[in-house]
């Protein structure tokens, strides 16, 4: 698998609901970051989470990490019909000057 | 808030043509990346800079590119003799340091005929 694969691939919901995307990765990792893409528009970073940390909140964004099992999760509850557009998780290896690698994205789809 | 700009928001050219894509990173930022997305697949790093020089590129990177920081504030990228594969979004980003978060540009897109 590649690094920062997201599963799954696609995801439609209705409006309010939670919707949860998961990530995993293959190296050791100094943070990972979620992003979102409205179609062909550009990145909107959401949240930063570091190595060391387990779970991180922003709003409605509830991120969790295990560097064990080399996988994070990111929920975002009561979705809105905004909320639609592709999530990215990516990954910053330790060491090294820090670029951001990218995983291949989920496709939320929020129906009113 | 200040923001990392682009310019120009979507650039075409013919295959074989020289293009610059422009960036103006955040001020007080001192790391500066490019990335590209070539449409419907992942965003992918190109190359990194930092105290005017590259710190790192990736195998896309390759003589065809350049990167130049010409003055205090614009970060370039060129592309020397465009091919249709390059084609893409490009996106431009910046950090404070290594410990901190990439602000991304809104991307120029580039269309090679």
């Known amino acids: 698998s590649q690094q920062g694969e997201e599963d799954p691939q696609a995801l439609s919901i209705q409006e309010g609901e939670n919707a949860t995307m998961n990530c995993s990765y293959k190296t050791s990792i100094n943070n990972l970051q979620w992003y979102r893409q409205n179609s062909g528009r550009g990145l909107v970073h959401l949240i930063l989470?570091?190595?060391?940390?387990r779970e991180k909140h922003s709003g409605r964004l509830r991120v969790t990490l295990d560097t064990s099992k080399k996988s994070s999760s990111l929920l975002i509850t009561a979705s809105r019909a905004a909320d639609t557009a592709s999530y990215f998780c990516?990954?910053?290896?330790?060491?090294?000057?820090?670029?951001?690698?990218f995983g291949t994205g989920t496709k939320l789809q929020v129906i009113p | 808030e200040p923001e990392v700009t682009q310019t120009p928001s979507h650039q075409v050219t013919q295959m074989g043509q020289e293009v610059i894509l422009r960036c103006v990173p955040i001020?007080?930022?001192?790391?500066f990346y490019w990335y590209r997305q070539i449409l419907g697949q992942k965003v992918e790093f190109l190359v990194s800079f930092y105290n005017n020089e590259i710190s790192e590129k990736s195998e896309i990177f390759d003589d065809q590119f350049s990167v130049e920081r010409p003055d205090g504030s614009n970060f370039t990228l060129k592309i020397r003799s465009t091919k249709l594969e390059d084609s893409a979004m490009y996106f431009c980003?910046?950090?404070?340091?290594?410990?901190?978060?990439?602000?991304f540009g809104p991307g120029t897109r580039l269309t090679v005929l």
């Open positions: 980003a910046s950090s404070e340091d290594l410990q901190q978060q990439q602000f």
């Open positions: 001020s007080n930022h001192l790391y």
């Open positions: 989470i570091r190595s060391n940390e």
């Open positions: 990516a990954t910053v290896d330790s060491g090294g000057y820090q670029k951001v690698t």
